[in-house]
């Protein structure tokens, strides 16, 4: 199983990033998956999650009407559409495949990419 994410950068804040996370070996289409975020001094937290077709997504709290979550079952790609970005999203961005829905538990992780928003 591999995850590879791409698309952090340095955005100023109301800017946008869109993140991509590329996974290979295993049936993508088959897992629900998740982009969690930590920034300095803090643990990790899930910022979205969606299903394994696509049709069910959820979002913390902080980032709901800002961010969206998306994938494309064919090219075994999962988005993360960041607009009207705050300083406080400033964290690494690691994708990750989910193991339980239910119980919040994720099995395969990338290796982060970083988003810094400042001005």
């Known amino acids: 199983v591999q995850l590879v994410e791409s698309g952090g950068g340095l955005v100023q804040p109301g800017g946008s990033l869109r993140l991509s996370c590329a996974a290979s070996?295993?049936?993508?289409?088959?897992?629900?998956m998740s982009w969690h975020r930590q920034a300095p001094g803090k643990e990790r937290e899930l910022v979205a999650r969606i299903g394994s077709a696509g049709g069910t997504r959820n979002y913390a709290d902080s980032v709901k009407g800002r961010f969206t979550i998306s994938r494309d079952n064919a090219k075994n790609t999962v988005y993360l559409q960041m607009n009207s970005l705050k300083p406080e999203d400033t964290a690494v961005y690691y994708c990750?495949?989910?193991?339980?829905?239910?119980?919040?538990?994720?099995?395969?992780w990338g290796q982060g990419t970083q988003v810094i928003v400042s001005s």
């Open positions: 990750s495949r989910v193991r339980d829905w239910w119980r919040y538990e994720y099995d395969y």
């Open positions: 070996g295993f049936t993508f289409s088959v897992y629900a």
